[in-house]
């Protein structure tokens, strides 16, 4: 079994928003692997992502994905990354989560675990949820 746990906090509250940036906090646990880690988003990007996990098929060539980071002395930074991407014709996705210390980004975790098309849909109603305040956090499930 393999999940990623997605938290959000406003800087407010989702009915309050006092600032375009609040933390999102990540965790992801597979067999092999696992991490946890935080950054300062836009809850514009999150819900952004949000949207496009109801997308079906996902185009081989386009994979679901969302990346979070910063430039520092011209060099970028990637901090939080997450790529959905179909493994096959029977609706398998892989998932491929970075999760990187936002103090030194070389210090990271990377993995992946399979995910389906009804997973992410379970996912999307979960940080629908997260997102308007109405829970804690939002899980995608996995093997």
């Not at 696992?34 to 098929?57: A, H, I, N």
């Not at 491929?96 to 379970?122: M, N, W």
Request: proline fraction near 3%; glycine fraction near 8%.
């Amino acid at each position: 079994m393999a999940k990623l746990t997605f938290r959000y906090r406003y800087d407010g509250t989702p009915k309050l928003i006092l600032d375009d940036f609040g933390r999102l906090d990540l965790q992801v646990v597979t067999e092999d692997r696992s991490g946890r880690g935080g950054f300062w988003v836009q809850w514009q990007d999150v819900k952004e992502f949000c949207g496009t996990l109801g997308t079906y098929p996902i185009d081989a060539t386009q994979p679901l994905s969302a990346e979070w980071g910063y430039t520092e002395d011209e060099v970028y930074h990637q901090v939080l990354s997450i790529t959905i991407a179909p493994v096959d014709a029977l609706g398998h996705l892989r998932v491929r989560v970075t999760i990187a210390d936002e103090h030194d980004p070389i210090d990271c975790v990377k993995t992946s675990f399979q995910a389906t098309y009804a997973d992410l849909t379970s996912l999307q109603v979960q940080l629908v949820a997260l997102m308007a305040g109405d829970s804690e956090e939002a899980t995608l499930r996995g093997s």
